[in-house]
């Protein structure tokens, strides 16, 4: 019988410490033997049982002497901790896990800051760990150099051995989830298929889009509102599938949610769209597939806010094999099939006498990832997790950034209207944007980067010093850390945080790119692209570019960057030819997943919102991003 992660955990752990009572037992057993002693057997066991606590306080006391020590001879200082009130911090991992469940993204970690100032430590289980949302530090942990002595992170930035078992079920040694020589292999594998936009991109595009938006059209005809997290979801499911392995799921041919108070027998809820000549089963078999790659993606974030001690939530069985069977139920015959025509492939040209020379950075139009990938391996284990991890960055993070993009422009109708109005002027009401027409449309990056700065799709990261060193504090001396010590980046935070302890106001608006003349503190909540137009860029962003960090920066920074700006681009062009308005919906979702009521008088943009937003691995609307919109020939007839 296998045992489950938790099982393994104690069972490692009753291996280390497990020789300290059998040290102890055979000492008194001596004593009692060979010296004449008479230790009672009660005391025995009490001496077995409690060296182990003795041991471990030890232990834990000598490595903070050792951090403690190795800071004063270097003239720094250890970062402030976060103080639980339960030994090891279990109470501030037990109301980690509780915020991640039920509240704000980030919001327990904000407090914090406010509190501890833009770095703290938090020793969960005596573990050292650095949170911090300090761009300095962001930065010196992403480095664009290569190694010199005493570094932190090398040239490349680990994501550590924690991490890489925490997410190892749904992203295995992928390129997200490497280090090392592995991720250079994985990074050059796959950086050629990056490299340059190509006309079969805008054409699977342009596919999908109008697909989601007929459909889009044909539900809201019906009088009700659509969930456009849902739908968008199917939009970069379906084009991120067919762009990695030329084999679309076709989300998009199912019947979309309906309002939750929409009763399964009205006469609308039967109506959908003509079924496609995809089979019953293997649309089955797609959406299931959808459906436990979102739940292992769930399951492995939930992971990460445990630390090492996860196992101990999953201790009869692993909880993501059900869910990574049924994505490799669907996956695999696709790797095999695109192994089974690369071996027929060279057999063939071996037959002709024609020698097999790919050039794998040949990118021929129309090539898959999968395709470019079979050049270099024949592992499916492999091909495997480095698909998934592209699925990965390539659906959620895009879909995450259209979601909140039209929730924010639903909400500013004048934003909405400018950028309608530059959608009109640059491309036109129906034609299909190009290459140079986004390159143009200055407006519509900036309305998609202030969505990225407000809501990134990603709102947390991790990296894990390679040796000792120290990190930047803008409060006074350095901070040092231990080497194989974890530092989780907010960005969430970097991008729009109130002001913490101790760092001037000057200071903090340079860290936001938010600060002009007349401006308060409080404008780094507020929804404005035209501050990724204006003077602001020059002044605090282009000095400091670690402020906004979307697509992460240095060694690791995303190579599918401008893909999905061209993606997230293209859609929200076609959404506003076919869309002249838009409002937000919250009716339609369930109330048990709307905001609480006192959250309205939060500050900041919790204050705000009119759905509740949480995060896995990245960023989503708790019970869908409901809305209804107005097609622009309505409005046009009645000018």
Known sequence: MELGPGEQLVLRGLLTVGKYPVLVASVAYLLNRYAGWDIPAWAVCLGAFGVIPLVVFVAIRIRYWQIFSAAARRGAIIAPKWKGKWPGNVDVLYAVLESFRHGYPGELLWERFNELGPTYRFNILWDFGVLTCDPAIIKVSTPAFGPSEGMLYHSVPMVGEVFQEQMHALLGTGVFNSDGDMWRWHRSMTRPFFSKDRISHFELFDRHAEAALDKMSERLRTGYAIDFQDLVSRFTLDSATEFLF????????????????????????????????????DRDKAEAFATAFAAAEHLCAERATMGKVWPLWEMRKDKSREYMRVVDEYLHPILEEALRKKAQREHEEKARGVKTAE?????????????HLVKFTSDLTVLHDEVLNILLAGRDTTATTLTFAVYLLAMHPDVLQR?????????GPKQRPTYADIKEMRYLRAVINETLRLY??????????????LLPNSNGKPFYVPAKVPHVFLVF???VGPPVSDISLVEWHIQCGRCTAGRSIGDQMEYDPDRFLDERVNKYLTPNPFIFLPFNAGPRICLGQQFAYNEMSF????????FSAMELAPEAASPSVLPPKEWASAPGRKGKEKFAPKSHLTLYVTGGMWVRMTEAEEIDAGM
């Open 571 to 578: 859609f929200l062009i076609k959404l506003l030819q076919r």
């Open 456 to 469: 990134p799709a990603v709102p947390f990261n991790i990296r894990v010093s390679v040796n000792e060193g």
């Open 493 to 495: 935070k970097v991008g």
């Open 246 to 281: 030329g084999a679309c799921v076709h989300s998009l041919r199912s019947s979309l949610p309906f309002p939750h108070n929409v009763s399964a027998s009205s006469p609308f809820a039967a109506t959908t769209t003509a079924l496609s000549p995809v089979s019953e089963c």
């Open 359 to 371: 050039e794998a950075d040949d990118i021929e139009e129309g090539e898959t990832l999968l395709d």
């Open 419 to 427: 950028l309608r109005t530059e959608v009109l002027e640059k491309v």
